[in-house]
């Protein structure tokens, strides 16, 4: 019965079939749904969407709607933590390649064609992003990190996008959701019309801007005055792939950001209670979601508040007690929450 299932209802929790939805949705209106009625769909017990009433076994019961979503926010941010590790871990092979380039480069002179070329200085990254400007036709992908995006970082890059918009080229543009209170962004965006398109993440990788799938520029260094321009297939390939598995998980700016299904506590704070159930300080925690520490600590003190904790060791409890995160995972720091 397992395999019949898989076969006519290839899907998850998160796009259930037409009959799936029926059934589930009149079992939850209910609180449970006979047994009989639930054999035409065998992806709802395969999904953990109904199971078994104790008390009467011709029965079936539902799984709460809040408990699904968790499940299912918690899938997505395993999903990001993994793509965000394996960027991390080209990124090292990158900068490793790349010393090994320079070297060779000193001893052979530039050429065209240079698979990973080392961009020493911001005229030189600057020239370099025009060039590439100048040949894209299709398409530009790009992962813009941090908060709220300052009007100089929109303006300096302004000409490329709108010389880009008059060739016709699209545009797709990942941001981290602080990123949709800043009033600069919005009018960028409003500037640029259906050029680009643009969606947000609880948190992206670093700097990543890819032309016509070809040429791709990310940070070398952590104060961005050095960058890396790849032109190897396979390494342009693998960051496309990337930025496709994060854009797939992000959601458009022009939606709002899902509900947590858990009273009194923000889609921020929700991403606040996971990394901190990772073990992260503070500032770790303020950086990988744009925002200032003061305002992540902030968030911290409403977040126990809520929950009715007194000190990081007693919110690490609770946090796993609402269904924030999984309670094996946690790694809360004991230290007071002021």
Same mark, same amino acid.
Not at 139 to 156: A, D, F, M, S
Not at 204 to 232: Q, Y
Not at 266 to 291: N, P, Y
């Given at each position: 019965?397992?395999?019949?299932?898989?076969?006519?209802?290839?899907?998850?929790?998160?796009?259930?079939?037409?009959?799936?939805d029926r059934v589930y949705s009149r079992a939850v209106r209910r609180g449970r749904v006979a047994r009989a009625d639930a054999e035409a769909v065998p992806c709802l017990l395969e999904l953990a969407l109904l199971h078994p009433d104790p008390d009467d076994m011709d029965w079936l019961?539902?799984?709460?709607?809040?408990?699904?979503?968790?499940?299912?926010?918690?899938?997505?941010?395993?999903?990001?933590?993994?793509?965000?590790?394996?960027?991390?871990?080209?990124?090292?092979?990158?900068?490793?390649?790349?010393? $090994?380039?320079?070297?060779?480069?000193? &001893? +052979?002179? %530039?050429?065209?064609? =240079?698979? #990973?070329?080392?961009?020493?200085?911001?005229?030189?990254?600057?020239a370099a992003m025009d060039e590439a400007t100048e040949a894209c036709t299709t398409e530009v992908l790009t992962v813009q990190p941090g908060g709220i995006r300052r009007e100089e970082e929109l303006t300096e890059g302004l000409h490329r996008a709108l010389t880009l918009r008059g060739?016709?080229?699209?545009?797709?543009?990942?941001?981290?959701?602080?990123?949709?209170?800043?009033?600069?962004?919005?009018?960028?965006?409003?500037?640029?019309?259906?050029?680009?398109?643009?969606?947000?993440?609880?948190?992206?990788?670093?700097?990543?801007?890819?032309?016509?799938?070809?040429?791709?520029?990310?940070?070398?260094?952590?104060?961005?005055?050095?960058?890396?321009?790849?032109?190897?297939?396979?390494?342009?390939?693998?960051?496309?792939?990337?930025?496709?598995? $994060?854009?797939?998980?992000?959601?458009? &700016? +022009?939606? %709002?950001?899902?509900? =947590?299904? #858990?009273?009194?506590?923000?889609?921020?704070?929700?991403?606040?209670?996971?990394?901190?159930?990772?073990?992260?300080?503070?500032?770790?925690?303020?950086?990988?979601?744009?925002?200032?520490?003061?305002?992540?600590?902030?968030?911290?003190?409403?977040?126990?508040?809520?929950?009715?904790?007194?000190?990081?060791?007693?919110?690490?409890?609770?946090?796993?007690?609402?269904?924030?995160?999984?309670?094996?995972?946690?790694?809360?720091?004991?230290?007071?929450?002021?």
């Amino acid at each position: 019965m397992a395999g019949h299932g898989t076969e006519e209802h290839p899907h998850g929790a998160d796009r259930l079939c037409e009959a799936g939805d029926r059934v589930y949705s009149r079992a939850v209106r209910r609180g449970r749904v006979a047994r009989a009625d639930a054999e035409a769909v065998p992806c709802l017990l395969e999904l953990a969407l109904l199971h078994p009433d104790p008390d009467d076994m011709d029965w079936l019961v539902p799984t709460s709607p809040q408990e699904v979503m968790t499940r299912l926010l918690r899938g997505v941010h395993d999903e990001v933590r993994e793509s965000q590790r394996r960027v991390g871990s080209a990124v090292a092979a990158f900068e490793w390649y790349a010393g $090994l380039g320079s070297r060779l480069q000193a &001893l +052979t002179g %530039p050429g065209e064609g =240079t698979s #990973i070329r080392v961009l020493d200085g911001l005229s030189r990254i600057q020239a370099a992003m025009d060039e590439a400007t100048e040949a894209c036709t299709t398409e530009v992908l790009t992962v813009q990190p941090g908060g709220i995006r300052r009007e100089e970082e929109l303006t300096e890059g302004l000409h490329r996008a709108l010389t880009l918009r008059g060739r016709g080229v699209r545009m797709r543009d990942l941001y981290t959701h602080v990123a949709r209170h800043g009033q600069g962004l919005l009018n960028y965006l409003e500037l640029m019309g259906d050029a680009v398109q643009a969606r947000t993440l609880d948190e992206v990788i670093d700097r990543l801007i890819l032309f016509d799938r070809k040429v791709a520029f990310i940070p070398a260094n952590t104060d961005r005055t050095m960058a890396l321009e790849l032109r190897h297939p396979a390494l342009v390939e693998y960051l496309v792939t990337v930025f496709e598995r $994060l854009w797939r998980l992000a959601v458009p &700016l +022009t939606a %709002p950001l899902p509900d =947590t299904g #858990i009273e009194g506590i923000s889609h921020r704070e929700q991403s606040i209670a996971a990394l901190l159930a990772e073990g992260h300080q503070d500032a770790v925690i303020a950086e990988r979601l744009g925002i200032s520490v003061r305002t992540c600590r902030a968030h911290i003190a409403r977040l126990s508040e809520t929950l009715g904790a007194a000190s990081r060791t007693q919110l690490g409890v609770r946090i796993a007690q609402v269904g924030l995160v999984r309670a094996a995972a946690l790694g809360v720091p004991g230290q007071s929450v002021h």
